[in-house]
């Protein structure tokens, strides 16, 4: 009997995986399982917001739902980034007409509509004539006309009303600011301590941020890169290569680009991603009208539809599930649609364009093979055990039509997994067999059929590594018959 003639059905059928971020309206246990019960698998932990205990109590709750619903729920902690703004106005605001002149400075008194405090040296001393300055999300725009040693003197390109705090853009220029703040550190360290499966490095500009992230996770947590800094594009292939999974972070990325580049740097980020076999995460407005609308726009549908045909691994909430008033609605919606789009042939046929970048290993040809002998096969799953991921991730990237199972004896491992398109992971501790194919083919088989991914009679495809229990040992691949 055919995959075809015996389709799989529910959420063993989604490959997209779906990223929800928790906040006031998700903080509760009773809502953190409705979410993980619609399609969430990882839980975002935004460090922007909330205190510490916040986090640690928001955790405890997702480690209890996830022993209760027997399967690995992934928590991802997203650092602030270095956050760039001006100071404040005497009057809490003021509105700045184009072609004024407008000073940023180093001046604490409060501001005017002729200055304003700008208390980021670093700025001032890295931007030259004809920089231009993003404020308040880009809804004002700045040309630099002069800069002094502790001033810049603009023109304003695009005015408006300009009040406390607001953000500042600097899109043309690397800016010698790190990507951790002492903020960012004293988070990182806490998020390790709680357990955190991936950290979020936010406003990437350079390679060497990644690295240093890296050293303090010391591998403790997998880095996601949240490629929101033009500047991070230019170094996109070098960036991927060093991070575990990447994010196009649509916010900030689409004030420093014009809008027009953006769905361009998406496919450029997930295609690359993908060729390295990096997991990628689409985010932000994926959703947005469902903050207040229990529907979302036919418009957000379709820019859903389009991370999931241009293969992205996961797709994520951000105030749709973290302050919204329909934040379950939300996620199910998300399921909905990826459950839509990849039952097309288009989808399918799409799968496999991207030219992937294959390492020679023995792995790697391993788990190509894979996904061609489950297809001649009709197998209703590829199950893989792996110590460390790879071979999971190996096989992900090769976008297998069957679903991927992956056995580890690492709960780390599988929590990192749910962020990999099409796998289905399960931490199985010790129960992993340690001698003999017979003892893997056993377990596979039971396993697949208790987790609905086999039925008496098909087939499945086995991947692993013999001698069992060594680590990037893949090198075998069997079809199992279920009796």
């Avoid at 070098?238 to 916010?251: F, H, K, Q, T």
């Avoid at 990325?253 to 809008?259: H, K, N």
């Avoid at 919204?324 to 989808?347: F, K, T």
Wanted: glycine share 8%; proline share 5%.
């Amino acid at each position: 009997m055919s995959m075809a003639e015996r389709p799989m059905t529910g959420e063993a059928t989604r490959r997209t995986k779906i990223v929800a971020t928790l906040g006031p309206a998700s903080s509760s246990a009773e809502m953190i399982r409705a979410l993980a019960v619609n399609g969430a698998d990882v839980f975002r932990f935004n460090f922007s917001h909330g205190s510490h205990e916040d986090h640690a109590a928001r955790y405890a709750v997702v480690r209890d739902i996830e022993a209760e619903l027997g399967r690995p729920l992934a928590i991802l902690a997203d650092l602030q980034g270095p956050k760039l703004r001006v100071g404040r106005f005497a009057e809490g605001r003021v509105t700045l007409m184009p072609g004024a002149a407008f000073r940023l400075d180093l001046d604490p008194a409060p501001g005017t509509v002729e200055r304003v405090m700008l208390p980021h040296p670093e700025i001032i001393e890295a931007v030259e004539a004809g920089s231009v300055l993003l404020l308040d999300d880009g809804k004002l725009r700045l040309k630099v006309t002069a800069c002094g040693a502790d001033y810049l003197d603009t023109e304003v390109v695009v005015g408006g009303v300009l009040s406390d705090r607001k953000g500042v853009n600097v899109p043309d220029v690397v800016l010698p600011i790190p990507a951790l703040t002492e903020k960012d550190r004293v988070d990182f360290a806490f998020a390790l301590q709680l357990g955190v499966d991936y950290v979020a490095l936010s406003f990437v500009q350079r390679p060497d941020d990644v690295r240093e992230a890296r050293r303090i996770a010391n591998g403790a947590a997998a880095i996601l890169v949240k490629i929101e800094k033009p500047q991070a594009m230019q170094d996109l292939e070098e960036i991927v290569a060093l991070s575990d999974a990447v994010m196009v972070a649509r916010g900030d990325l689409g004030v420093e680009l014009p809008s027009e580049e953006v769905p361009i740097a998406q496919k450029r980020v997930i295609r690359e991603a993908r060729r390295q076999g990096r997991p990628v995460v689409v985010a932000t407005q994926m959703l947005e009208s469902m903050i207040t609308l229990p529907t979302p726009t036919r418009a957000e549908v379709s820019d859903v539809s389009t991370a999931i045909f241009d293969g992205a691994d996961a797709v994520m909430l951000s105030a749709e599930s973290a302050a919204g008033a329909y934040p379950r609605e939300a996620v199910e919606m998300l399921a909905r649609v990826a459950r839509r789009i990849e039952s097309d042939a288009e989808w399918r046929a799409g799968l496999h364009q991207v030219a992937l970048e294959h390492d020679g290993s023995t792995g790697a040809a391993i788990a190509e093979a894979a996904w061609t002998v489950a297809q001649a096969v009709s197998a209703s799953a590829v199950v893989t055990y792996t110590q460390t991921g790879q071979g999971a991730l190996r096989l992900s990237r090769e976008r297998p039509y069957s679903p991927i199972l992956a056995l580890t004896p690492d709960d780390f491992v599988a929590r990192r997994l749910c962020l990999a398109w099409g796998v289905r992971a399960q931490s199985v501790g010790q129960e992993m067999p340690v001698f003999g194919v017979e003892g893997l083919v056993d377990q596979a088989s039971e396993i697949a059929q208790a987790e609905g991914f086999a039925y008496k009679g098909g087939r499945i495809v086995l991947m692993a590594g013999l001698p069992f229990g060594q680590r990037g040992s893949t090198n075998t691949l069997r079809v199992v018959s279920i009796p």
